[in-house]
C-alpha cells in the first residue's frame, strides 16, 4: 500500500507540472504570430496554407528520393561545400577567395543544368508517367503470375550462364519506352524461357553478342546495341557488358541483369547504380521488388550502390 500511494503522489505531481507547462503557453500569441507572418486570416487561409506546405514539402522529398545514392548526390554535397566556403570565407576577410567563391556561384544556376542533365531527363519523365490511374484501378492476377514465372525464368538461365561462365546482357524494360534500343537489334517477340535465353547467349552463336531486351512478357530483341556509361569512377575490371547495363540504366528505369563472362558474378543495374555477386535469392528479391510494385519503380532495395570491389 505504502508503495502504490507513493506511486499515486509521483504520478499526480507529474501531471501538475504538465498542467501548468500547458498553462504558461500562450497558445493564441502561438496563433496569432503564425497568423501575421503567414497571412492566415481565416480557416480558409489555415487550409490553403496546410496545402501549399504539404505541396512543396512533398516536392522536397521526391527530389532527394530522384538524386539519393545517384551521382547527382555527390554534384549536391559539393555545391553546399562552395556555398559554405563562400560564407566562411566572408565571415574570415579573405577576400580573393571571396570573390572567386561568388563568380563561381553566379555561373553555377547554368553549369546545373549541364551538370544535372540526367536527372532532370529522369525527374520530367516521372512527371510525364501519370500516376493517377494506379489509385482507381486493380491490379490484374494473370498479369503477376506472368511476372513472377518470367521471373524465375530468368533466374533460372542466369544461375546456369554464371555456372557455366558464360556472359550475359539482360534488359527488363519498365515505364520509360526504349524502342530505339530494341529497333538496334533482331527483333524475336517470343515468350520468356530460361531455354532460349541460354541458347541466346551461348558463345559464337549468331545472337550472343549484345543485350537482349523484355518487354511485358516477351523477349522483344536480342543483339541490341547500349549506350555505355561515362561514369569515371568504375573499377576497372568492369567490363562493357556491366558499363553498358550502367549506360541505360542511366538513361531509364530498366532494370539489367548481367554474368560475367570472366567470373561468372551476377550483378544488377539499376537508376545509375550497380550490385554486384547476387546470388539466386538476392536477384529475385531484386526482380519482384522492382517489377511487381508498380507504385514505386523507382525505388531503391538498399542493393542499389556501386561497389567497385
Known amino acids: 500500500?505504502?508503495?502504490?500511494?507513493?506511486?499515486?503522489?509521483?504520478?499526480?505531481?507529474?501531471?501538475?507540472?504538465?498542467?501548468?507547462?500547458?498553462?504558461?503557453?500562450?497558445?493564441?500569441?502561438?496563433?496569432?504570430?503564425?497568423?501575421?507572418?503567414?497571412?492566415?486570416?481565416?480557416?480558409?487561409?489555415?487550409?490553403?496554407?496546410?496545402?501549399?506546405?504539404?505541396?512543396?514539402?512533398?516536392?522536397?522529398?521526391?527530389?532527394?528520393?530522384?538524386?539519393?545514392?545517384t551521382r547527382a548526390w555527390q554534384l549536391i554535397k559539393g555545391i553546399l561545400f562552395i556555398l559554405i566556403a563562400s560564407k566562411l570565407s566572408d565571415i574570415l576577410g579573405l577576400r580573393t577567395i571571396a570573390f572567386i567563391l561568388k563568380m563561381i556561384i553566379q555561373y553555377l544556376a547554368i553549369a546545373l543544368v549541364v551538370l544535372f542533365q540526367p536527372e532532370l531527363r529522369r525527374g520530367l519523365e516521372q512527371i510525364g508517367r501519370s500516376r493517377f490511374k494506379s489509385f482507381f484501378s486493380f491490379e490484374d492476377e494473370s498479369y503477376t503470375i506472368k511476372v513472377k514465372s518470367n521471373i524465375e525464368e530468368i533466374i533460372k538461365a542466369v544461375v546456369?550462364?554464371?555456372?557455366?561462365?558464360?556472359?550475359?546482357?539482360?534488359?527488363?524494360?519498365?515505364?520509360?519506352?526504349?524502342?530505339?534500343?530494341?529497333?538496334?537489334?533482331?527483333?524475336?517477340?517470343?515468350?520468356?524461357?530460361?531455354?532460349?535465353?541460354?541458347?541466346?547467349?551461348?558463345?559464337?552463336?549468331?545472337?550472343?553478342?549484345?543485350?537482349?531486351v523484355i518487354r511485358g512478357d516477351k523477349i522483344k530483341a536480342a543483339a541490341c546495341f547500349l549506350p555505355l556509361t561515362e561514369n569515371p569512377n568504375l573499377s576497372k575490371e568492369l567490363g562493357t557488358r556491366h558499363r553498358a547495363a550502367l549506360g541505360i540504366s542511366e538513361v531509364s528505369d530498366a532494370i539489367v541483369v548481367v554474368v560475367s563472362e570472366e567470373s561468372g558474378k551476377i550483378s544488377v543495374a539499376l537508376n545509375g547504380g550497380l550490385t554486384r555477386n547476387l546470388t539466386s535469392d538476392t536477384l529475385r528479391k531484386a526482380l519482384s521488388k522492382n517489377l511487381l510494385e508498380k507504385d514505386v519503380p523507382n525505388k531503391k532495395l538498399g542493393l542499389w550502390k556501386v561497389k567497385s570491389k
Do not use: C
Not at 503564425?34 to 496545402?51: A, E, R
Not at 558464360?166 to 515468350?191: F, H, M, P, W, Y
Open 160 to 212: 546456369e550462364m554464371s555456372r557455366t561462365f558464360t556472359g550475359a546482357l539482360i534488359v527488363i524494360e519498365r515505364e520509360t519506352k526504349i524502342g530505339d534500343i530494341i529497333n538496334s537489334g533482331i527483333q524475336i517477340d517470343s515468350n520468356v524461357t530460361s531455354e532460349l535465353l541460354i541458347n541466346i547467349f551461348t558463345p559464337n552463336t549468331p545472337l550472343h553478342d549484345g543485350a537482349v
Open 1 to 69: 500500500m505504502h508503495k502504490n500511494r507513493k506511486h499515486y503522489e509521483i504520478t499526480g505531481r507529474t501531471w501538475g507540472y504538465l498542467m501548468d507547462f500547458i498553462n504558461q503557453i500562450n497558445l493564441w500569441g502561438i496563433f496569432n504570430f503564425l497568423s501575421d507572418n503567414l497571412s492566415i486570416k481565416g480557416p480558409w487561409d489555415l487550409v490553403k496554407t496546410v496545402v501549399d506546405i504539404s505541396i512543396v514539402s512533398y516536392a522536397i522529398y521526391k527530389m532527394a528520393m530522384l538524386v539519393r545514392e
